[in-house]
């Protein structure tokens, strides 16, 4: 049976004309749609690499430093000329350990000890540190007493960035701070090997400095895994905890509700006001030492319990409710259903939420630089309630310096720290990837 719509019964003349339903223009807008959006990633990918090469063109040289060995002398004569080191240790502290470098460095040069214009221009070759590096040789060893051994100690840091190229030598000498003379001497050393590049282990050891060649990211390091530590344990502890108790406890009222609003409020709060809280709290009202890693761990744990307690109880819900009544039906607590059963399964997405929530904590600055982590702080940290600095602090500290060679030493440290983040975040991934249950 053939079946004739309205339409075809109609002559065509009398038939309606076809509305043009905008096909074409629908697809032109979709298509520019998609442009616009595929040009939207394209500008931030852009932006975000040329971040990144900035960060890495200025920072990939502060993980080598450039050394001198020299074969230096110990000379009694100069160290202890009145022989009183057996009865007075201190003796060997207080030496003139700097004329032993210089005098090192002299005979390798050929300078003699009357051309004074050109043992004024050695003063500013080998770094500051030298003496002290050589103290410390010579006390540990006190053998090494009119030995010559053959030591490596830092160059300066102006002679270091001329050597790696980041100061221009074609400008003239009065507008730079490498003489000619000390040019001449840098590529005499570096032509026999005396003067050369190696990988600059001081950066993960050294604390801070006055002296770029001898700052490093040592303590800053101690003092954030001080700090992370403390977030782990306090932020994981009181966030899982309240998560449960909110999530499978707590009846649902206005109280529970005003408290879920605070904590979804707490976890848009900008970072300086909990340092405001850490310092009014736990330094002024509590008296806890100032720049002490506790106390900025304490306030990093506070700036991280909203993220931990919103991530906690998103994988706490997910956990689908047959599994629930499923251990209650079998003649659970609810104590027990919730630890035995729930928990475990809701586990990979709490540790991505920790992880997370500790990248960031990784990352501030503004907390801790009001509660007086930007001390200088020099020597690592025994405890948590020594004096401490953090890798973002030290990055921040060092921005503010206006010699070059703490540029570099910034952007390494810049390098370094988005290298955890990294980490933290692809953790954060695998795991949930790993572990995580599709229900």
Same mark, same amino acid.
């Given at each position: ?28 807008? *979709? ?5 616009? %959006?595929? =040009? ?5 990918? #852009? !932006? ?27 000379? =009694? ?13 201190? @003796? ?36 500051? #540190?030298?003496?002290?590096? $050589?103290?410390? *040789? ?13 030591i490596s100690m830092l160059a300066s840091a102006n002679i270091d960035s001329a050597f790696k190229g980041q100061i221009d030598l ?20 570096? =032509?026999? %090997? ?5 990988? +600059? ?7 801070? #400095? ?10 800053? /390091? ?8 403390? @977030?782990?344990?306090?932020? $994981?502890?009181? %966030? ?12 649902? +009222? ?26 009014? @709290? ?43 009544? =499923? ?27 920790? /992880? ?13 630089? $009001? ?38 030493? &910034? #952007?390494?440290?810049? &390098?370094?720290?988005?290298? !955890?983040?990294?980490?933290? +975040? ?8 790993? !572990?995580?249950?599709?229900?």
């Amino acid at each position: 049976m053939t079946v004739i719509t309205t339409d075809q019964a109609l002559p065509t003349a009398a038939r309606p004309p076809r509305r043009d339903i905008g096909i074409k223009k629908r697809y032109a807008a *979709e298509a520019r749609f998609k442009a616009y %959006g595929l =040009a939207a990633i394209v500008f931030g990918l #852009s !932006f975000l690499a040329i971040m990144l090469g900035s960060i890495v063109t200025k920072g990939y040289t502060s993980f080598w430093q450039t050394n001198i060995t020299l074969p230096v002398t110990f000379d =009694a004569a100069v160290l202890d000329p009145q022989n009183r080191r057996g009865s007075d240790p201190m @003796v060997l502290v207080r030496a003139n350990y700097d004329k032993l470098a210089q005098q090192a460095l002299a005979a390798k040069l050929g300078v003699a000890d009357t051309d004074k214009a050109k043992l004024r221009e050695m003063k500013g070759f080998i770094s500051d #540190s030298a003496r002290i590096q $050589l103290r410390d *040789e010579l006390v540990a060893n006190p053998a090494l007493m009119g030995q010559t051994v053959n030591i490596s100690m830092l160059a300066s840091a102006n002679i270091d960035s001329a050597f790696k190229g980041q100061i221009d030598l074609s400008v003239p000498e009065a507008r730079r701070k490498v003489k000619d003379q000390q040019i001449r001497w840098m590529n005499q050393l570096a =032509a026999d %090997g005396t003067l050369e590049q190696r990988f +600059n282990t001081g950066l993960f050891t050294f604390g801070a #400095s006055s002296r770029p060649e001898t700052a490093g990211i040592g303590v800053a /390091i101690v003092g954030s895994l001080y700090m992370m530590g403390i @977030v782990l344990v306090l932020a $994981l502890a009181i %966030g899982v905890a309240a998560s449960i108790y909110l999530e499978e406890f707590a009846a649902k +009222n206005r109280l529970t509700d005003l408290i879920e609003v605070n904590i979804n409020n707490l976890a848009a709060v900008p970072s300086i006001v909990f340092g405001l809280l850490g310092l009014a @709290v736990f330094i002024n009202f509590l008296g806890m030492p100032r720049s002490a890693s506790l106390v900025g761990g304490i306030t990093l744990s506070l700036m991280t319990l909203p993220t931990i307690i919103i991530a906690t109880r998103a994988a706490l819900s997910a956990v689908p409710p047959s599994i629930r009544a =499923a251990a209650l039906g079998l003649g659970a607590s609810r104590m027990q259903m919730v630890f035995h059963h729930v928990l475990p399964l809701a586990m990979p997405g709490i540790l991505t939420g920790t /992880i997370i929530g500790l990248a960031r904590a990784l990352g501030e600055t503004a907390p801790l630089l $009001l509660i007086g982590m930007v001390a200088f702080v020099a020597d690592y940290p025994t405890t948590p309630l020594d004096p401490a600095t953090a890798l973002p602090v030290q990055i921040y500290m060092w921005s503010n310096e206006a010699e070059r060679a703490f540029v570099e030493r &910034m #952007s390494g440290a810049i &390098m370094i720290l988005l290298g !955890f983040l990294m980490v933290m +975040n692809l953790a954060a991934i695998v795991l949930r990837r790993k !572990f995580e249950r599709r229900w």
